[in-house]
Protein backbone atom coordinates (compact mmCIF):
# COMPACT_ATOMS: atom_id res chain seq x y z
CA UNK A 1 0.00 0.00 0.00
CA UNK A 2 2.62 2.27 0.94
CA UNK A 3 4.41 1.42 -2.49
CA UNK A 4 1.60 2.61 -3.93
CA UNK A 5 0.48 5.50 -2.36
CA UNK A 6 4.08 6.60 -3.05
CA UNK A 7 4.03 5.84 -7.07
CA UNK A 8 0.82 8.13 -7.29
CA UNK A 9 2.51 10.86 -5.20
CA UNK A 10 1.51 11.08 -1.91
CA UNK A 11 3.83 11.97 0.26
CA UNK A 12 5.09 9.61 3.20
CA UNK A 13 3.76 12.40 5.82
CA UNK A 14 0.19 11.94 4.46
CA UNK A 15 0.45 7.60 3.50
CA UNK A 16 1.14 7.95 7.25
CA UNK A 17 -1.74 10.23 8.43
CA UNK A 18 -3.89 8.14 5.74
CA UNK A 19 -2.84 4.28 7.42
CA UNK A 20 -2.69 5.71 10.97
CA UNK A 21 -6.76 6.51 10.29
CA UNK A 22 -7.80 3.18 9.35
CA UNK A 23 -10.53 4.46 7.77
CA UNK A 24 -11.27 3.07 4.56
CA UNK A 25 -13.76 5.84 3.83
CA UNK A 26 -11.73 8.78 3.47
CA UNK A 27 -9.61 6.78 0.64
CA UNK A 28 -11.86 7.86 -2.28
CA UNK A 29 -11.69 11.38 -1.25
CA UNK A 30 -8.08 10.99 -0.45
CA UNK A 31 -7.32 9.70 -4.23
CA UNK A 32 -10.07 12.03 -6.42
CA UNK A 33 -7.91 14.77 -4.58
CA UNK A 34 -4.38 13.37 -5.79
CA UNK A 35 -6.56 12.86 -9.25
CA UNK A 36 -7.47 16.02 -9.47
CA UNK A 37 -3.72 17.76 -8.59
CA UNK A 38 -2.26 15.09 -11.33
CA UNK A 39 -5.04 16.85 -14.26
CA UNK A 40 -3.95 20.31 -13.35
CA UNK A 41 -0.08 19.28 -13.25
CA UNK A 42 -0.60 17.42 -16.38
CA UNK A 43 -2.51 20.28 -17.92
CA UNK A 44 0.37 22.93 -16.71
CA UNK A 45 2.80 20.69 -18.76
CA UNK A 46 1.26 20.40 -21.47
CA UNK A 47 1.29 24.31 -21.68
CA UNK A 48 5.17 23.96 -21.13
CA UNK A 49 5.72 21.96 -23.15
CA UNK A 50 4.38 23.86 -25.71
CA UNK A 51 5.83 26.77 -24.75
CA UNK A 52 9.55 25.03 -25.34
CA UNK A 53 8.50 23.82 -28.59
CA UNK A 54 8.16 27.55 -29.93
CA UNK A 55 11.36 28.33 -27.81
CA UNK A 56 12.96 26.02 -29.94
CA UNK A 57 11.45 27.04 -33.38
CA UNK A 58 12.05 30.12 -32.42
CA UNK A 59 15.88 29.63 -32.44
CA UNK A 60 15.92 27.86 -35.58
CA UNK A 61 14.27 30.66 -37.19
CA UNK A 62 17.11 32.83 -35.90
CA UNK A 63 19.43 30.83 -36.89
CA UNK A 64 18.29 31.22 -40.68
CA UNK A 65 16.87 34.68 -41.25
CA UNK A 66 18.52 37.15 -43.52
CA UNK A 67 20.53 39.88 -42.77
CA UNK A 68 19.37 42.73 -40.18
CA UNK A 69 17.89 45.16 -42.56
CA UNK A 70 17.15 43.01 -45.09
CA UNK A 71 13.35 42.85 -46.75
CA UNK A 72 11.68 39.58 -47.41
CA UNK A 73 9.18 37.92 -48.13
CA UNK A 74 7.51 34.44 -46.58
CA UNK A 75 4.21 33.02 -46.06
CA UNK A 76 3.01 32.11 -42.86
CA UNK A 77 0.70 30.26 -41.42
CA UNK A 78 -2.59 30.98 -39.44
CA UNK A 79 -1.59 32.22 -35.91
CA UNK A 80 -3.68 32.74 -32.24
CA UNK A 81 -2.48 35.50 -29.96
CA UNK A 82 -3.45 36.78 -26.54
CA UNK A 83 -3.58 40.86 -27.28
CA UNK A 84 -3.15 43.03 -23.82
CA UNK A 85 -3.72 46.94 -23.85
CA UNK A 86 -1.17 48.65 -22.05
CA UNK A 87 -3.05 52.32 -22.57
CA UNK A 88 0.02 53.98 -23.88
CA UNK A 89 2.16 54.03 -26.82
CA UNK A 90 5.15 52.08 -26.88
CA UNK A 91 6.94 54.35 -29.43
CA UNK A 92 7.50 57.00 -27.30
CA UNK A 93 8.80 55.17 -24.77
CA UNK A 94 12.10 53.98 -23.44
CA UNK A 95 13.39 50.52 -23.22
CA UNK A 96 13.00 50.22 -20.11
CA UNK A 97 9.02 51.36 -19.45
CA UNK A 98 8.56 48.84 -22.23
CA UNK A 99 9.96 46.28 -19.73
CA UNK A 100 7.66 47.55 -17.23
CA UNK A 101 4.64 47.42 -19.49
CA UNK A 102 5.83 43.46 -20.54
CA UNK A 103 5.98 42.86 -16.52
CA UNK A 104 2.37 43.89 -16.24
CA UNK A 105 1.80 41.88 -18.81
CA UNK A 106 3.65 38.83 -17.53
CA UNK A 107 1.57 39.46 -14.29
CA UNK A 108 -1.75 39.11 -16.53
CA UNK A 109 -0.79 36.12 -17.77
CA UNK A 110 -0.07 34.18 -14.58
CA UNK A 111 -2.89 35.61 -12.99
CA UNK A 112 -5.00 33.71 -15.99
CA UNK A 113 -3.08 30.82 -14.76
CA UNK A 114 -0.16 30.55 -17.06
CA UNK A 115 3.40 29.28 -16.52
CA UNK A 116 6.28 31.79 -16.82
CA UNK A 117 7.79 29.71 -19.23
CA UNK A 118 4.99 30.66 -21.76
CA UNK A 119 6.18 34.30 -21.94
CA UNK A 120 7.65 34.07 -24.63
CA UNK A 121 7.92 35.25 -28.46
CA UNK A 122 6.17 38.47 -27.06
CA UNK A 123 5.54 41.54 -29.17
CA UNK A 124 4.16 44.77 -30.07
CA UNK A 125 1.57 45.30 -32.79
CA UNK A 126 0.09 48.22 -34.87
CA UNK A 127 -3.15 48.24 -35.93
CA UNK A 128 -4.27 48.04 -39.76
CA UNK A 129 -6.09 51.21 -39.06
CA UNK A 130 -3.43 53.00 -38.62
CA UNK A 131 -1.16 51.65 -41.43
CA UNK A 132 -3.51 52.82 -43.86
CA UNK A 133 -2.64 56.13 -42.61
CA UNK A 134 0.74 55.49 -42.76
CA UNK A 135 1.08 56.12 -38.76
CA UNK A 136 2.93 54.08 -36.63
CA UNK A 137 1.15 53.78 -33.10
CA UNK A 138 1.57 50.70 -30.86
CA UNK A 139 -0.32 50.40 -27.35
CA UNK A 140 -0.63 46.60 -27.32
CA UNK A 141 1.30 43.43 -26.54
CA UNK A 142 0.85 40.17 -27.82
CA UNK A 143 1.84 36.47 -27.07
CA UNK A 144 1.07 33.95 -29.43
CA UNK A 145 -0.94 30.59 -27.99
CA UNK A 146 -1.72 27.61 -28.66
CA UNK A 147 -5.37 26.96 -29.64
CA UNK A 148 -6.95 24.61 -26.64
CA UNK A 149 -10.40 24.01 -24.86
CA UNK A 150 -8.19 24.61 -21.79
CA UNK A 151 -7.34 28.48 -22.97
CA UNK A 152 -10.50 30.73 -21.72
CA UNK A 153 -8.74 33.63 -22.84
CA UNK A 154 -10.37 35.42 -25.91
CA UNK A 155 -7.99 35.50 -28.81
CA UNK A 156 -7.35 37.17 -31.92
CA UNK A 157 -6.16 35.02 -35.04
CA UNK A 158 -3.50 36.40 -37.27
CA UNK A 159 -4.20 34.89 -40.70
CA UNK A 160 -2.40 32.78 -43.40
CA UNK A 161 -0.51 34.79 -46.07
CA UNK A 162 2.17 36.61 -47.52
CA UNK A 163 3.99 38.70 -45.19
CA UNK A 164 6.85 41.51 -45.68
CA UNK A 165 9.23 41.43 -43.12
CA UNK A 166 12.72 42.79 -41.83
CA UNK A 167 14.62 42.28 -38.63
CA UNK A 168 15.94 44.10 -36.47
CA UNK A 169 18.33 43.76 -32.94
CA UNK A 170 17.99 46.84 -30.95
CA UNK A 171 15.18 48.05 -29.47
CA UNK A 172 15.50 51.73 -29.97
CA UNK A 173 15.84 51.08 -33.64
CA UNK A 174 12.57 49.27 -34.06
CA UNK A 175 10.50 52.55 -35.23
CA UNK A 176 12.90 53.34 -37.75
CA UNK A 177 12.76 49.77 -39.43
CA UNK A 178 8.96 49.98 -38.81
CA UNK A 179 9.22 53.36 -41.21
CA UNK A 180 11.38 51.41 -43.73
CA UNK A 181 8.70 48.85 -43.89
CA UNK A 182 5.67 51.22 -44.26
CA UNK A 183 8.02 52.98 -47.08
CA UNK A 184 8.80 49.96 -48.74
CA UNK A 185 5.07 48.71 -49.10
CA UNK A 186 4.83 52.01 -50.68
CA UNK A 187 7.40 52.15 -52.77
CA UNK A 188 6.18 48.65 -54.35
CA UNK A 189 2.67 49.81 -54.03
CA UNK A 190 1.98 46.87 -51.54
CA UNK A 191 -1.09 47.32 -49.56
CA UNK A 192 -1.57 46.14 -45.79
CA UNK A 193 -4.32 43.14 -45.62
CA UNK A 194 -3.57 43.27 -41.63
CA UNK A 195 -1.99 44.33 -38.66
CA UNK A 196 2.18 44.98 -38.42
CA UNK A 197 3.47 42.85 -35.87
CA UNK A 198 6.80 42.94 -34.30
CA UNK A 199 7.84 39.69 -32.78
CA UNK A 200 10.78 38.53 -30.58
CA UNK A 201 12.14 35.77 -32.10
CA UNK A 202 15.09 35.19 -29.85
CA UNK A 203 16.25 36.99 -26.43
CA UNK A 204 19.12 36.22 -24.08
CA UNK A 205 20.59 38.50 -21.39
CA UNK A 206 23.40 40.72 -22.30
CA UNK A 207 25.83 41.55 -19.56
CA UNK A 208 27.29 44.68 -20.96
CA UNK A 209 24.38 46.92 -20.14
CA UNK A 210 22.29 44.81 -18.12
CA UNK A 211 19.30 44.64 -20.67
CA UNK A 212 18.45 41.81 -23.01
CA UNK A 213 19.72 41.35 -26.01
CA UNK A 214 16.46 40.99 -28.64
CA UNK A 215 16.58 39.92 -32.42
CA UNK A 216 13.41 41.17 -33.57
CA UNK A 217 11.33 40.71 -37.03
CA UNK A 218 8.70 42.96 -38.02
CA UNK A 219 6.18 41.55 -40.53
CA UNK A 220 2.89 42.81 -42.48
CA UNK A 221 0.38 40.82 -44.59
CA UNK A 222 0.06 42.13 -48.33
CA UNK A 223 -1.11 42.12 -51.78
Known sequence: MIQ????????LKDIKER?????????????????????????KLKLNQAAILRSIESFNRYLSMPQIGTFFFEYMPERTIY?????????????YDYEYYLRQFKDNLEKNGFPSTFFANVGTMVRQKYLRK????SDEIFVFIDKS????????????GTYLSLCCDVYEDEKKY???????????HLKPLGDYFC????EYPDSSNGQRKIFYKMQ???K
Open 83 to 95: VYNTGADLFSYTY
Open 19 to 43: LNEVNLNTMPEVLQERYDYIEKEMK
Open 220 to 222: VKV
Open 134 to 137: NELY
Open 149 to 160: PDITLPIETIPA
Open 178 to 188: AEKLLDEMQTH
Open 199 to 202: EVVT
Open 4 to 11: YYKEIGLS
